[in-house]
């Protein structure tokens, strides 16, 4: 693998998927894969799953950890190409990748939509120019359009959870008052398509998905006809993309409870967190067996693991 | 030792200062103790030698650390039970500290009192909480009502300067404009109860600790009577107790300064550092014979280590 | 080596360049050296290339790195002597540097000029209090008047690309908004004058560097002029040093662009980043054939290794 920001970068979801589950038995198998490398972990926005989890699958590997909290630890960076910086950015993003390249060997980044210009957060230009510029693979921490250690974290557990061949996976929208990305939904639906599964998306009217990611899923808007029969349930709340970065509707009406979860056939409820207890999913549901949310993010370790082994591979191959 | 959050979780006081004594003559004696497994270090307030000591103890015995500055580095957690999430707080210590423990052996956290609310403050919530929810041993960095590790520190220090089988121990209160919590005066009581010591405790008028900590030491309101023939004079503000967080009296006559030195039976002033110089201690304590206070900072690395070596100790021989 | 506060800390320059060329060549070959030690690495303020390439070349070497962010993870060091301490600093550096000196076996510091009081910027007081009270070699990470890891890293860099015995290196101004500290042109000119080199300051009148530092450099105000036959241009803004702190012009006419590099002899251009495209220098250099600036940021992590060798090495004598 020489980079991983989006599903297009995986050779094999299911040597993937199958590499993740094989690091969660024997963490430590490859450590001297890592040995006298570096990997520089940017956070342009918070983290507490992928920090930890993402810096825990390094290590198990051998590698050397940097962190940083860009416009914290740094200073901001400018992202466009020929202007005058007379502003408030104090640096290139042509400079810094190419610097962070010379003492890193891999370079992760997160850095969120910021939901004012949709085509501009779904140009990911941060991730092109780090890919351009630094010399070295990129991998998505999240990025304004797609979490994709999420969603393989999200494939290695529905393996781990499914008890048929062919189970039905439903994303289904959340309420929030705040507007939210839809980089974890979208990232989700890219993914599900690629695997042996019945999907359906369900929200209200309005926050439909960019097409390119819903794919083949079934899209309904009415929740409870959505989740009939489902064997998983992906909660998820996202701004609307069509009136971008929007909150058409609070209605909470949409809240996931038992009542709801009664419709599927023995589902399970996943979440990627953080989670808003008792306004996006009831604590019935949380703290109770249907619940998959702390094995996803336990399983953020070995996904991050899995993705890490096979960019080291590639390096060891060049 | 399962978890380590006061002096009630020590099985033998005498073999965990034994073992800070051990551990700096011979730093990295159990490198190996630690291989393969990361400690979690969670910052709610600040630190300075909190975060350099333990971060340096657990790399000494081999462990891996990953910090986190929460609230700076991610986000706010939400302690209350049961309630609705439409606040600031992104995410509930269920959650986090579950998901936590999944990436991290140890978990190591600093959250301080509030002093809005003493019955909340003196629950220790998140303590609590990470104990009941992440599955991992708990570490106390300093919490609403202890700062244990400090108190250790302090018993190892007082270990290797007493001169006399039973000395003299008097925890003075020093004078602060601003309010602070009880936590290391209230811990280093505990422990000095458990300790072979005189222990006295002097203080203006409204700022008696709590009972449970202040035990069978002697309480006197005169400063000047209490330090007679003091060996060990410990310094430290706190706000009052009783009329919970709030600051009674800026007294500067408490200062310590060498004249009230002189009282003691060739006394050493400790004080937990920070200290604000000239205004709760004089410079010419802090710079003369009589300070050990950067003998107890450099003792705080030992006492981490001795306690997190019991832990591993303890994890071997589940 | 005991220090690396300035030049004046060099026993051997060269010595020093062909370390950095050889740690490059082979990075992990004194890995032993920093086994069990430990460096701590203090931001007073933002770094990206510093933080990195020092955290590296310490890693390089097999040293444990601490990092701080002095009051962001702490809180504000009280720097004068005798003061009474009841403001808004809660810990005098006498107290922080003991304690740190007793966890860390090398201390690295970043504490840029105020640009409010020459004399107390150009004391250095925090670097003298931290090399008095810490009792371990200190590192500096950039400070008031000096920026050593990085001319050193320019002489390695100079040393690598030039072409001539004796090159001609010229040290422009670059036109900014915002008053900058002297600190890295100081420290350029202080490493060049004790290079076999050709050294011209050109800046417009007003701008003078202390003479201490200008040293044997002939100075030019006539930018073109000084520009004649440079084999390598080095560019930096800095604020006025007899008019501390100001901005007595932000005259563009200073920007190097094309038409300014046709005028030396085949010149390379350097800048220690990060730089601001367009207003300092123009995009067609940075991205054209004459750019250095990545070549110098990546020599960073040879330059801090061959310090910290030297500093490590000189430890094992003792």
Redesign the interface.
Known sequence: MKNFLSIHDVEDLNNLITGGIIAKRN??ADQLLGK?K?I?LL?FN????T???T??AA??LGL?V?M??VG????GL?LEE?????GDK???V???A???G???DIIAIRSFAELKDREKDYAEHIFQQFKKYSGRPVVNLESATRHPLQSLADCITIEEFRTKQRPKVVLTWLPH?KPLPQAVANSFCEWMNHMDVELVVTHPEGYDLAPEFVGKAQVIYDQKKALEGADFVYGKNWSSYQHYGQVLTQDYSWMIDEAKMALTDNGKFMHC???????KVA?EI??GHRSL??DQ??NR?WSAQAVLKEILVGQLEE
């Open positions: 963490p430590f006298n570096t520089g956070f918070s983290s507490l799953r920090r930890l989890s810096q825990k290590q198990n050397n940097m940083m909290n914290q630890d740094s200073w400018e020929g202007v005058v910086m007379n104090a640096e290139h042509k400079e810094a190419a610097v962070i010379r003492y890193c008052f967190l953080p989670v808003r207890r008792n306004m604590d949380l703290d949310v702390i993010a336990a370790e």
